[in-house]
C-alpha cells in the first residue's frame, strides 16, 4: 500500500517495491491529478519487473528530488500547476539524459506533441489509453522505442510525408537513413526497423549512428525534432531556473 509522505516540504509519495526476479524496471509519475497518480502507480507496481521508485503533483518539487532516483522511465503530464510538463521535461532531460520520458495527457494538438518532443521526450500517450497500452509503452521507451498512441503517431508520419526531403537543414541523408527516420518517427525500434526494412539489427545501428552523426544529435527524439525544426514546427521551451 502507497505511503504518502505529510511533510509540507515534500510532495513525493513513495511505494513499497513488489517482488520479482531480475532487474525491475523503474519508473516515475508526475501528475497532478491525485486520483490518476494513485492509479498510475498502482497499475506500474502491480506489473511484474516493473517499480515505482515516486509520484509528485507537480514538476518543480519533481526536479528537486526525481534526479537522485534516477529512474528508467518517467511518465509526465503536461497541463500541471507552476510548471508544465514540457518545460519539466526540458530540465530533467538536462540532469538525467538517459531516462525516458513519455507524456501521458489529453492534448494532442500539433503544438504540445512536437514541443513535448523537442524538450526531449521519446513517447506521447493519451490519458484515454488502455492500462495495457501504457505498460507496453514503458518497456518500449526503456528498449529505446518512441511509444506513440495512433492517433499522435499519424500527425508525425504526416509531417513527414508532406515535407520530408532529401536533406534536413542541409543535411544529406542517404535514401536508407531517410527510411530509418521516418520509421523512427512512426514509434519502431531497431529490431522491428529491421525486419520492416529486411535487413540486419548491426545494420540498423550502423545507420542511426550515421543519422545521429550527420544531424549532431544523440537520440532518435533529437534526430526526429532536427527534422521537424526545419518544418517550421518546432516551439521553444520556456527555461526557468531549477527551484531551490
Not at 94 to 105: E, F, G, S, Y
Not at 147 to 176: C, H, W, Y
Request: hydrophobic share 40%; proline share 6%; glycine share 6%.
Amino acid at each position: 500500500m502507497a505511503q504518502v509522505l505529510t511533510s509540507p516540504a515534500r510532495t513525493q509519495e513513495s511505494y513499497s517495491s513488489a517482488p520479482g526476479a531480475g532487474r525491475q524496471i523503474t519508473v516515475a509519475v508526475v501528475e497532478d491529478n491525485p486520483g490518476l497518480r494513485r492509479s498510475l502507480t498502482r497499475l506500474i507496481n502491480l506489473e511484474t519487473g516493473m517499480r515505482c521508485v515516486g509520484a509528485w503533483q507537480d514538476g518543480q518539487s519533481a526536479l528537486i528530488e526525481m534526479p537522485a532516483l534516477k529512474p528508467d522511465v518517467v511518465l509526465m503530464d503536461i497541463n500541471m500547476p507552476n510548471m508544465s510538463g514540457i518545460e519539466c521535461t526540458a530540465r530533467f532531460k538536462q540532469l538525467c539524459p538517459d531516462t525516458q520520458v513519455v507524456m501521458v495527457t489529453i492534448y494532442e494538438d500539433s503544438e504540445n506533441v512536437f514541443s513535448a518532443l523537442q524538450a526531449g521526450a521519446c513517447g506521447y500517450l493519451l490519458k484515454r489509453s488502455a492500462p495495457e497500452t501504457i505498460i507496453e509503452a514503458i518497456r518500449e521507451a526503456r528498449d529505446g522505442g518512441s511509444p506513440m498512441t495512433s492517433q499522435i503517431a499519424r500527425k508525425v508520419v504526416d509531417v513527414f510525408q508532406t515535407n520530408a526531403a532529401p536533406s534536413v537543414a542541409g543535411v544529406e541523408l542517404a535514401p536508407r537513413e531517410k527510411e530509418v527516420l521516418e520509421l523512427f518517427a512512426k514509434g519502431f525500434v531497431n529490431k522491428e526497423i529491421a525486419e520492416k526494412l529486411n535487413i540486419s539489427y548491426l545494420t540498423v545501428k550502423g545507420y542511426t549512428k550515421s543519422i545521429y552523426e550527420k544531424l549532431h544529435v544523440h537520440s532518435r527524439s533529437e534526430a526526429l525534432m532536427k527534422f521537424v525544426s526545419t518544418q517550421g514546427l518546432a516551439v521553444d521551451v520556456p527555461h526557468r531556473p531549477l527551484p531551490h
